[in-house]
């Protein structure tokens, strides 16, 4: 496709960000008169970008206009999400809906899953939408280096070639996938609103990521925001990154294991759900160790408060669980931890809105953005 007016563009991304925008909203948007608008809009329709669906309801006087959409053969891109026991593909249109998903479980074998089942799901969407997929978007259980290689410690994984999952596409982009759910949670979740950020999402292990004025905070080698190892753990405990007392540590299924006594798991996302279901069933045993582990997660978030002078702080996957088992614990032990200035008003800590789906959401909004850029060239 040839570049677009930037105008064109700003339409498009503005339409991907309010599904449903009407004509008369998007020209205030954008700050283009009413003719400009109705040329550009026009302009995306014959190009099968954006559609136009029934009119708005309103009462105001003057012919009503119309709403903007996804075309429904318009741009799609591919996004990705890999787990510490499954993946994930979908398609997604301009707006965020997904229109076709493929998932299933693996064994933790990387040239299973990164260049087997997972490359397989993807060609096939491809081939079943032909041109209209723009690019791929993959979220990975680790440090993702230099938007490519996954280094998943958890899995033994080192080096994994994410780019493999589909060799020469136009928009491949790769990440961590806590810090895909933070952009997730900027763009159409829980902190739209906010100044400045932190997202935390506790998996097997613990991750997150800044997002300042909408914008990721992604370090010199895009592994900014491994929050987990920072050293706010049990010294005595060896993180499997090879360094002691890692805050993920202290927060996650081993850490219930550790406290209840039991042997680590295999699965400790699913463990951990367990403990956690069992203590609001009344096991004041695992209600204990639940109320230890979100106190470790409330003393860390304070210093990243203290630290980085966020305006929220979104939890996301078994965060967002220990946060609803046990508030008071986890608000305690983060108002103890917090400057003495921060007492009267401190940030939220809220759970992440787009929840689950944060890693694939955030994905998606990667290539979108690359598009974008594209498109202007």
């Given amino acids: 496709m040839s570049a677009l007016p930037d105008r064109?563009?700003?339409?498009?991304?503005?339409?991907?960000?309010?599904?449903?925008?009407?004509?008369?909203?998007?020209?205030?948007?954008?700050?283009?008169?009413?003719?400009?608008?109705?040329?550009?809009?026009?302009?995306?329709?014959?190009?099968?970008?954006?559609?136009?669906?029934?009119?708005?309801?309103?009462?105001?006087?003057?012919?009503?206009?119309?709403?903007?959409?996804?075309?429904?053969?318009?741009?799609?891109?591919?996004?990705?999400?890999?787990?510490?026991?499954?993946?994930?593909?979908?398609?997604?249109?301009?707006?965020?809906?997904?229109?076709?998903?493929?998932?299933?479980?693996?064994?933790?074998?990387?040239?299973?899953?990164?260049l087997g089942r997972l490359r397989t799901a993807v060609t096939g969407l491809r081939d079943r939408y032909g041109s209209r997929v723009r690019g791929l978007g993959v979220a990975g259980p680790g440090i993702v280096l230099d938007q490519r290689y996954l280094d998943a410690t958890g899995l033994g994984w080192t080096g994994v070639d994410l780019w493999s999952l589909w060799p020469g596409a136009d928009v491949l982009v790769a990440d961590n996938d806590a810090t895909l759910a933070a952009l997730a949670e900027s763009r159409r979740g829980a902190a739209v609103d906010a100044r400045l950020a932190v997202h935390l999402r506790v998996d097997a292990g613990l991750g997150g990521a800044v997002v300042d004025a909408g914008r990721l905070v992604v370090g010199a080698r895009g592994a900014a925001g491994e929050f987990g190892h920072l050293p706010m753990g049990d010294p005595a405990v060896r993180c499997p990154c090879g360094a002691r007392g890692c805050w993920g540590t202290a927060v996650d299924g081993t850490a219930l294991a550790?406290?209840?006594?039991?042997?680590?798991?295999?699965?400790?996302?699913?463990?951990?759900?367990?403990?956690?279901?069992?203590?609001?069933?009344?096991?004041?045993?695992?209600?204990?160790?639940?109320?230890?582990?979100?106190?470790?997660?409330?003393?860390?978030?304070?210093?990243?408060?203290?630290a980085l002078d966020p305006d929220l702080v979104t939890l996301g996957g078994l965060g967002a669980d220990l946060l609803a088992a046990a508030p008071a614990e986890l608000d305690a032990a983060c108002r103890a931890g917090l400057m003495r200035f921060r007492h009267a008003t401190p940030p939220p800590v809220v759970a992440a809105r787009v929840g689950e789906a944060g890693p694939l959401t955030g994905a998606a909004e990667r290539v979108w953005d690359r598009w974008w850029e594209l498109l202007r060239r």
């Fill in 258 to 306: 550790r406290l209840l006594g039991e042997p680590e798991p295999s699965d400790p996302v699913t463990y951990a759900g367990q403990v956690i279901a069992h203590a609001a069933a009344g096991d004041e045993i695992a209600a204990g160790a639940v109320g230890a582990a979100a106190a470790a997660l409330g003393r860390g978030i304070a210093g990243l408060v203290n």
């Fill in 8 to 114: 064109a563009v700003a339409m498009l991304a503005a339409v991907h960000t309010r599904p449903g925008l009407t004509r008369a909203e998007a020209s205030r948007v954008l700050g283009i008169g009413t003719g400009g608008a109705t040329e550009v809009v026009g302009r995306l329709v014959d190009e099968r970008l954006l559609a136009e669906g029934p009119a708005a309801p309103g009462g105001g006087r003057g012919r009503p206009t119309r709403t903007l959409t996804a075309h429904p053969d318009g741009p799609l891109v591919l996004a990705a999400v890999i787990t510490h026991e499954s993946w994930q593909v979908a398609a997604v249109e301009l707006g965020g809906a997904p229109v076709a998903a493929l998932t299933g479980r693996h064994a933790g074998d990387p040239a299973d899953v990164a």
